[in-house]
């Protein structure tokens, strides 16, 4: 069945260094990539997204592009911010089915 | 600014008594979803709505009910809250596509606590 692997957490970082968050993948046919942010108490908000191979999503800095020789969606961002402190989702939608399968979660903490 | 509601943002009930949570969208929307988000954990679909048509997930319990009277609108009923049932339940809407169009746009949640 389809499944999302993402590294485990929590990551602590200093302020201004490079994040890669690992996100790989099991799925037939072609998914749909996602990365998710979660600030704390708060809801999902989508971060960014990819629909095809070899596509790059942006938004606010962080950049995935999905990897199909590999399997792989990660996230990087290039200089982490205190604001960026969340927990960061990784999901897949294949097919015609609507439901997303979600990666465990991963927390960051990015110190002054 | 288009957007996914939902109110309150904390719900306090007790043990056994009913509780309904709402979610409201701006988006317009066809598509309404339903999700459970304990601490530390991925978010649970429960259920979803594709307009009227209602898509319940195999392992949501049947203390967990949902109503949608309009586009607009979408209602989580909990008929028995348990001590497990505590949680963050998050609304989410998408459009009715299922290909590469297809993106959910989540609310803030509602943070349930049973007493």
């Known amino acids: 069945g389809n499944s999302v692997t993402q590294m485990e957490g929590p990551v602590t970082l200093s302020e201004e260094a490079f994040l890669t968050i690992n996100c790989t993948y099991t799925?037939?046919?072609?998914?749909?990539l996602f990365w998710y942010v979660q600030y704390p108490g708060e809801g999902l908000q989508l971060l960014l997204k990819?629909?095809?191979a070899d596509d790059k999503g942006s938004n606010k800095g962080f950049e995935a592009t999905y990897r199909k020789e590999t399997t792989s969606f990660h996230l990087e961002k290039g200089s982490v911010q205190v604001s960026d402190s969340a927990v960061y989702f990784c999901?897949?939608?294949?097919?015609?089915?609507?439901?997303?399968?979600w990666g465990l979660g991963t927390s960051l903490a990015v110190n002054p | 600014d288009a957007m996914v509601i939902q109110n309150p943002r904390y719900q306090v009930t007790q043990f056994g008594k009913p509780v309904t949570l709402s979610c409201s969208q701006t988006?317009?929307?066809?598509?309404m979803y339903w999700y459970q988000q304990k601490s530390s954990q991925a978010p649970k679909l429960l259920f979803h709505?594709?307009?009227?048509?209602?898509?319940n997930e195999a392992d949501t319990p049947d203390n967990f009910q949902s109503r949608r009277p309009n586009t607009s609108f979408c209602f989580l009923d909990i008929r028995s809250p348990g001590l497990g049932d505590a949680a963050m339940y998050l609304c989410?809407?998408?459009?009715?596509?299922?290909?590469?169009?297809?993106?959910?746009?989540f609310g803030p949640g509602t943070r349930l606590l049973v007493l």
């Open positions: 989410a809407t998408s459009l009715p596509h299922t290909g590469p169009k297809e993106t959910q746009y």
């Open positions: 988006l317009n929307h066809n598509v």
């Open positions: 709505y594709y307009d009227k048509d209602f898509n």
């Open positions: 799925a037939t046919g072609y998914p749909s």
């Open positions: 990819a629909t095809k």
């Open positions: 999901a897949l939608r294949s097919g015609n089915n609507r439901k997303l399968i």
